[in-house]
Structures are given as C-alpha cells and as structure tokens.
C-alpha cells in the first residue's frame, strides 16, 4: 500500500552514522552542523519574538520584513535583485523549497538532469513528481562535468536541472565557465534550473560564490534556493528561501501553501534580524571554518591521509585509495566509526549508480579539540 518510491527506502546514510557514533561514543565527523549554537545575537531575537510577538500563521509567501531581508542580503553580497513582493518564497527549509520546487514544475515523464554525487532528497523527490532522472557522473579529484557529459544528459524531453553549488559533499564551487556551458544547454533545450545553493556562504581562499541566475539567459528560467540553517550555521532552523522570476515563483508559492503553507513567525524575524544586523558574520564565519578546514587537513596530511581541495561547505574528503587504504569508502567508515572512534560518511552513498568508492566525507565545523582528537584517532586508525 506505500508508493514504490518511499517502499523499502533505507535509513539515511547521515542516520546510520549517527547512531553509530552514538552507540560507540565516536566524534562525529560524519553529519554536518557546527559545535556551536549559532551567533547568539541571532538567537535572542528569535527569542524575543516568541515572547513578544506574534506566534499565528504569518503570510504563506514569508514575513514582509523578512522577504524585504533577502532580497537586501543578496543585494549586498551577490549583486542579485530581487522583488520581495514577486520574486521570494519563505520556505521551512531548503529541502521542503527544493519538494515545492520539483512538485510545481516536473510533470510526469519529464527528464531531469542530476549530478552526482548528489544529496539524497533529490531522487525521491523527482521520482515522487513523476520525473525521470538523467544522472551526471562526476569524479574527483576536480568534480567537474564537461560539455561531453551535458550533451549525452540533455534531451528534448528535458524539463529540468538542479545543481549543488557549492556542492556536498565533493566541497567545490562550480567555475564560471561551467555556469556558462551548463547556461547554454538550460537555454538551448529550454529547460528551467533548480539552483540548490545552500552553501554559499561558506567559500574559502578569497572565492566568490556566483549564482547561475545572474548568468546571462538565465534570470527567467531559474529557481535559487537558500538556507537560514546554513547561513547563519543552526541547522535545526529550517527556514529556506525560494527565489525566481515572478512567475515561477507564484508556482513556487501555490506548491508551498500546500506542503508546509508557512514557517514559524519567531525564526523568520530572528533570520530577518540577522540578515540585516548581523552582517560582520558572513565575513568572519568562513574564515573561522577556514581555519579549522586547514588545522585538520593539515592533521590528516601529517598522518600520512591524502586530503582533496575543500573549496566550500562544511566538509573536505581524504582520498583513501592515494592514501594506502585499501578497503572501500563504505568499509573505511564502518571500522573507524566502531573500531577507532570517528564517524564519517562514504562519498558512494551519495550516488544512485556507479558509484566513487574511494573517498570519505569529514566535517572540520567542530571545535579546534574536537578535530585534534580525531585526527588522532584516525592516525591510529591509518597505522
């Protein structure tokens, strides 16, 4: 009686490691969120709205003075308009604004190009909006597609393409010159993109995060996708932001009003605070992340584990077939979570085909004590 896309559809690959390191009392590595609790100034102003303000369904589109936010935020730091009466969506989270996405724009038997490695929601959900993927194979250590790939993926059935950028777990910015190539197809074969850009606020080494809607071609067949959660690095906050030209997004928002129809009024003023008063954070975050990204790459170096270049996100990948390890990723993460101690994620399980079995996925958002420890234990793990 349960849909074949959600029968039998295995625990989270993030659940299992979990639990795991739960269980076994291992540092976790593998799930991605900070040690901390997020910027404190944040948090009381969500505080003080619940106290004080209004705790009744708010607009279904988001909090004008939130909307009014965004729209200022990426202003500032993307050079993007956008219209926050027409052009943004408040969501609750990214997830339920990447399933309003797919349910407003894939009919059955349309074709959706997907890159792995991917995040796991994006399979069930296309499936569920009766899409058929098209998956894109990339590899390390550069994880990048070629005009070649785009070519064989494209078609005419083609509807749709969703692209992680920064991407997770692979930890890179796509390049200019891919926006371009994958701008060409999107308006050669008139296909619409879903831009999970969750991430783009956390890029290191002077990077400048570029969204594919600022690409010429592409401000009126594009769907931007942002997180409060990340941005502001409190990953229980599920407040997401949808973003496109106006008509897009008033199919955006009908699919909305029916999977969550609104987010709580108090995080959507805490996040509307943020993003207007909080503005330091969004340049020292990431050079904190950075920080500890270069304490720990350069722990696993000294340990003899050969790191691929982390350019964004929470996460880099030691390279275990370069480093000597002979298992695969999936066996790797097994025996260190229960044998040594350190949870982290096989990059194969973020493939739905032919899958990298060599690389693992470590989170280096934890405290400068939290990454010496486990990279301890990973240099006992690695002799």
Not at 227 to 254: D, E
Request: with cysteine; net charge negative.
């Amino acid at each position: 009686m349960v849909h074949p896309v959600f029968d039998n559809l295995p625990t989270t690959i993030f659940e299992r490691m979990s639990g795991l390191a739960r269980q076994h009392g291992a540092i976790n590595l593998g799930q991605g969120f900070p040690d901390d609790q997020g910027p404190l100034p944040v948090r009381q102003a969500a505080a003080r709205a619940l106290i004080e303000g209004s705790n009744q369904y708010p607009p279904m589109r988001g909090l004008p003075e939130l909307r009014a936010a965004v729209a200022g935020h990426y202003a500032r730091r993307q050079d993007l308009s956008l219209d926050p009466d027409t052009e943004i969506v408040v969501t609750s989270g990214a997830t339920e604004a990447l399933a309003a996405a797919f349910t407003a724009l894939i009919s059955p038997g349309d074709e959706v190009v997907l890159f792995q490695p991917l995040y796991d929601a994006y399979l069930p959900l296309v499936r569920r909006a009766g899409g058929v993927p098209k998956l894109v194979r990339l590899a390390p250590p550069h994880w990048r597609f070629d005009r070649a790939m785009l070519e064989a993926a494209f078609t005419e059935r083609t509807r749709l393409v969703v692209l992680n950028s920064p991407l997770n777990p692979a930890g890179i910015v796509t390049p200019d010159e891919d926006l371009a190539l994958l701008a060409e197809l999107c308006v050669r074969h008139d296909a619409i993109a879903v831009c999970d850009e969750v991430w783009e606020a956390v890029v290191f080494d002077g990077r400048r995060h570029r969204p594919l809607i600022t690409v010429p071609g592409m401000r009126e067949r594009t769907v931007k996708i942002g997180s409060a959660g990340k941005l502001f690095g409190m990953t229980g906050w599920k407040v997401g932001f949808l973003m496109a030209a106006p008509p897009l997004a008033k199919a955006l928002a009908a699919a909305h009003q029916f999977l969550t129809f609104t987010t709580p009024p108090n995080l959507q003023v805490g996040v509307a605070w943020g993003l207007d008063n909080h503005r330091a954070w969004f340049d020292e975050m990431p050079v904190a992340l950075q920080r500890s990204r270069d304490r720990l790459t350069a722990g696993l170096r000294d340990a003899s584990y050969v790191v691929l270049d982390s350019q964004g996100t929470y996460f880099l990948n030691v390279d275990l077939q370069a480093s000597g390890v002979t298992v695969d990723d999936a066996t790797f993460c097994e025996r260190s979570v229960v044998e040594h101690g350190v949870a982290a994620i096989p990059v194969s399980a973020f493939y739905a085909e032919d899958p990298v079995t060599t690389v693992a996925r470590l989170c280096f958002a934890k405290a400068d004590a939290t990454l010496d420890e486990a990279v301890e234990r990973l240099a006992k793990a690695r002799r």
